[in-house]
Structures are given as C-alpha cells and as structure tokens.
C-alpha cells in the first residue's frame, strides 16, 4: 500500500470523525428541556408534577447499565432511542449499536479478503455500518407512519360514533385501542395506559404526537385540546377532523400522480451510470477491471476515484428526491 493510498485514506477517515463530533454532544433543546422539568419539579407543588417527576425517577431507574453507559458514547442518543420507538419495535440502544459494529466488521472483512487496503476498508465498514441500519430504520418508520394514516380516519370515525352515541372520550378512546388494528390500535392503548396511572389526557396524547410525529395526530392532539377549553360538540369537530384528514390523503395520492413522471426520471438517471457499468462489464471486462481488487489491473487510485464519482452521485440523487418530494 503506497503513501497515496495511506494519506487519501487517512483524510475520508479525518473527514468522518470531524462529522461525527460535528453532530456529537448534548442537544441543547434535550439540555433545556431537563432544566425545565428539573425546575418544574422543584418548585411547583402540584400533584401532576409531582406524579410526572416519580414517573421520570422510575423509568430512569428502570434503566439497564448498559444503556446509560452506551449513552455517552453516542451523538444526540436520546433522538436515536426516539427513532427505535417509533418503529414500533422493542429495540434498544444496546441492540442497534450492536448491529452496527456487527454489519461494519462484516463489511470491511469482506472487502479486505477481495485486496482492499486496511484503512479504506475500515472507512468503508463504518460507513456501511452506520449507513445501512440508519436506512433501514427510517423506512420501518416510514412504512409505520404511513400505515397510521391510512386507519387513522377510520379511528376518529369510531370516536365519533362513540360519542353520538353518549359514551364518554375514555371509552370511545378504549374502544378505538381494541377495535382498530395496527400502529392505531397501539398508540390508543398507549394512551389509555398513561391516563391510568395518573396522566392527563393532554399530556398523554402529546407523548404520543412526539412519537409518531405526525401532522394528523398532532391536529387531533389540538382539536380535543381547544374543545376542552372552549367547549361545543367534540363529535361534530372530530367528524370534520377526519373529512379533512380524508382530503389530505387524497390529495397526497393525486400529487404522487403527478409527481410520477419527474420521480421516473429521477430513478432512470440514478440508475442509468450503474446500468452502464454493468453492460461494459459484461462485454468487455478488462475495460473496468482497474476497479476490481482481485485483478492484475487493479488500481487503488481508479477505485478511489470511482467512490467520488459515487459520492457527488449520492448528492445529486438526494437533491432530485428533495426537489420531487412535496410536503402538504
């Protein structure tokens, strides 16, 4: 391995590591918001705070070691431990790190077996390890998100029938945690459990909009909110919530229509440099074998070179998809 090779390997690993303290350390929001609730605690002496404050002592407590001790160790963790939750799985900090290093030594062990030079093949497990599960997180969530939006109308029309009918809001809302399948189904029962213990019915579903993290709960967060300050038919209001709910989904459907034909485009001109490779490579192999470690012809310069061509590709890529993604 030549000096070249050392010194571009050692300058993508110097960038890595200026990125990752770039976005290290404590969030200051985080940081606020236990001062607040610290002080909250301290010197108001109501009985709600009192009860939030016991709740906050028990699950801190409830904490394994190795959690709170992997903490420090990670950027923002308390974002990351926010993103597992909403997957809707029961994974934890522990296990995610795991799977990281796990699928990172994999990756460089199996770039290292085909000639890649030691420290590129690190670069590359970190980047593989800390990618891929990031990726596959975010769709998890996506697909979790999306799937509480479509039965999210058919929850609130339930809610509606319920007080028609003259139940009370924790019924319908009991109701709705058993009737409904899915992310619904679970984050109403959710709710129902922290209302038991002792939470209002604002903070509890407030807790629930931070999780989820979406507008349309977060709207039926603020209706039942301003109806209990203000009053009038929380039926009618709700049936409203979901006829406007209902036009949002369609109108998210009729833009992904007309967004199709630039998304297609989009996907054609990403995929179109990595067809090409593939058709050079099967008819006429020697032309790109400087890119493959096991070749006579390997060269570390052309395969350092092709991972920038990557690189600006993934960017452009990614500004496409921003330009074509439409937020309603």
């Not at 929850?155 to 007080?163: C, K, Q, S």
Request: charge should be positive; charged fraction near 20%; hydrophobic fraction near 50%.
């Amino acid at each position: 391995m030549d000096t070249t090779t050392i010194l571009i390997a050692l300058a993508f690993a110097t960038v890595l590591v200026m990125l990752v303290f770039a976005f290290a350390g404590p969030s200051p929001a985080a940081a606020l918001k236990r001062r607040l609730n610290a002080i909250t605690d301290r010197y108001v002496p109501s009985n709600e705070a009192a009860l939030a404050a016991q709740m906050r002592k028990t699950i801190a407590a409830r904490l394994p070691t190795q959690e709170l001790g992997l903490g420090k160790l990670l950027p923002n963790p308390e974002k990351l431990a926010l993103r597992l939750r909403q997957t809707g799985n029961k994974w934890t900090l522990k296990n995610y790190m795991a799977i990281n290093a796990g699928i990172a030594v994999v990756f460089a062990g199996l770039v290292m077996t085909q000639g890649m030079p030691f420290l590129l093949a690190l670069l590359l497990g970190l980047m593989a390890g800390f990618g891929i599960p990031h990726m596959v997180i975010s769709k998890l969530i996506k697909k979790r998100v999306a799937d509480f939006n479509a039965r999210f109308p058919d929850a609130i029309d339930l809610l509606v029938r319920g007080l028609r009918s003259g139940l009370p809001i924790a019924e319908t809302l009991q109701a709705v945690s058993t009737e409904i399948p899915g992310p619904v189904g679970v984050e109403f029962k959710q709710v129902i459990e922290r209302v038991r213990i002792g939470k209002s019915m604002e903070a509890a579903l407030q807790d629930s909009a931070d999780t989820l993290g979406t507008p349309e709960f977060q709207f039926f967060c603020i209706t039942l909110a301003i109806q209990r300050e203000t009053g009038g038919n929380l039926a009618e209001t709700l049936a409203n919530l979901s006829e406007v709910l209902r036009k949002r989904a369609q109108m998210k459907l009729k833009i992904n229509a007309m967004s199709s034909e630039a998304k297609a485009s989009a996907w054609i001109v990403g995929s179109l440099p990595f067809l090409v490779f593939i058709l050079v490579y099967v008819m006429n192999p020697d032309y790109v074998a400087a890119f493959f470690p096991g070749s006579d012809k390997y060269d570390v310069r052309v395969m350092l070179t092709g991972l920038g061509g990557l690189g600006w590709m993934s960017i452009g890529v990614f500004i496409m998809s921003q330009m074509i993604d439409f937020e309603i």
